[in-house]
Nanobody, 125 residues
Framework: QAQLVESGGGLGQPGGSLRLSCAAS????????MGWYRQAPGKERELVAS???????NYADSVKGRFTISRDNAKNTVYLQMNSLKPEDTAVYYC???????????????????WGQGTQVTVSS
């Protein structure tokens, strides 16, 4: 089994910056895509940004030009640099690993999805 450990949330000021990190631990050989989702109170969870193993990225319209996602494949770690923060960015942010491959023998493997426990981001003056 693997797990995702997030860090970097907290309180940010409007116009300020925060950086989130998410590291996958366990016997993971590779991960097809990693991403960040967020869920604000009373709202559904939504995709913020995602990145594939070859570096292709996708962003929600609401964060384009402000947030940047990146990853270190060797460390199975994904980052979210959040700039020009707005109060509406306040939410619990969840890390996701899609297609995380674990080998159980030389010819047997499983691809699974994992979620982090969530980290609170609050943007307020």
């Amino acid at each position: 089994q693997a797990q995702l450990v997030e860090s970097g949330g907290g309180l940010g000021q409007p116009g300020g910056s925060l950086r989130l990190s998410c590291a996958a631990s366990g016997s993971i050989f590779s991960i097809k895509a990693m991403g960040w989702y967020r869920q604000a109170p009373g709202k559904e969870r939504e995709l913020v940004a995602s990145i594939t193993s070859d570096g292709s990225t996708n962003y929600a319209d609401s964060v384009k030009g402000r947030f940047t996602i990146s990853r270190d494949n060797a460390k199975n770690t994904v980052y979210l640099q959040m700039n020009s923060l707005k109060p509406e960015d306040t939410a619990v942010y969840y890390c996701n690993a899609h297609g995380a491959r674990t080998y159980y023998s030389s010819s047997y493997y499983l691809d699974q999805d994992y979620w982090g426990q969530g980290t609170q981001v609050t943007v307020s003056s």
